[in-house]
């Protein structure tokens, strides 16, 4: 079992779960490989519209991340394979702090994601994630549902597209997180048209997609990102699919786990 998308004590937002207790009981879950994808530390420029002000791990922090993975690494390499990277966020019109990051703590990394948690509306920044309330106000904000899916699916080609250097990640994150909140809010009938062919983007370009379990849990989402029929979709397309519990906890290893199709999983 792989799980290609996990955080860690380093997340602000997160637990407080040593990395150990990770490992431990992703050995314990029959994991044969993990990856840790901390949030990336947000631009320096960029001012996060979360109230906690807590998206990404600090700067400061960043060293201590990889050198403690670095241990781990060697600690457990007869028992598990353990793979150090980063969930980085693309954020429109931050792309050379964020090439910045990438240039100088790429090289020293395995495995990272490309997200987008970050919307720019007409009137301010929304974390389309971070609360039903936000949501509300992005949806507002925006004009309707239908111009906030366009504007994520917009932001979504844009981080495929637009230049971050050789050490771009090339797996997307949760491609249909702007659905979390899809039982108070649902989705507009057009949605799976702009995913679509957000699909044949990332066919196009050779990314690969994690296939995340966290929605199953979110209790106004209920569903993977992407969804069962998408994930499908994107396995006919010879698009790679990679498990992501998105684990903010150590006992969140493998969330989801029992809801995706595990013969589209990438091995």
């Not at 990272?112 to 609360?131: A, E, K, M, N, T």
Request: hydrophobic share 30%.
């Amino acid at each position: 079992m792989i799980d290609g998308h996990i955080h860690t004590p380093y997340c602000p937002h997160g637990s407080s779960d040593t990395l150990k207790s990770y490992i431990e009981q992703a050995i314990k879950r029959g994991y044969h490989s993990m990856t840790f994808t901390e949030h990336a530390p947000l631009p320096s420029s960029f001012k996060d519209p979360v109230p906690e002000k807590d998206s990404g791990m600090s700067f400061q922090q960043v060293e201590e991340y990889l050198k403690e993975i670095d241990q781990l690494k060697a600690e457990y390499k007869k028992e598990i394979q353990i793979q150090k990277g980063f969930e980085v966020d693309y954020i429109e019109g931050y792309e050379k702090e964020v090439e910045s990051f990438l240039n100088t703590y790429g090289p020293s990394l395995d495995d990272s994601i490309l997200s987008v948690h970050f919307l720019r509306g007409p009137s301010q920044w929304y974390c389309i994630d971070y609360s039903p309330d936000m949501y509300k106000e992005a949806i507002h904000d925006f004009g309707g549902l239908d111009q906030l899916y366009h504007a994520y699916y917009n932001t979504l080609t844009q981080s495929v597209l637009r230049e971050l250097g050789d050490y771009k990640p090339n797996r997307v994150g949760h491609m249909t997180l702007v659905k979390k909140f899809q039982h108070l809010y649902p989705a507009p009938k057009n949605w799976e048209k702009q995913a679509q062919s957000f699909l044949q983007l990332v066919q196009n370009h050779g990314y690969t997609l994690d296939y995340n379990g966290a929605g199953v849990v979110k209790e106004h989402c209920k569903e993977t990102y992407p969804p069962l029929q998408m994930a499908r979709q994107a396995s006919s397309m010879g698009i790679p699919l990679i498990y992501g519990s998105d684990a903010h906890t150590a006992s969140g290893l493998g969330q989801g786990y029992s809801s995706i199709d595990h013969q589209l999983l990438k091995l």
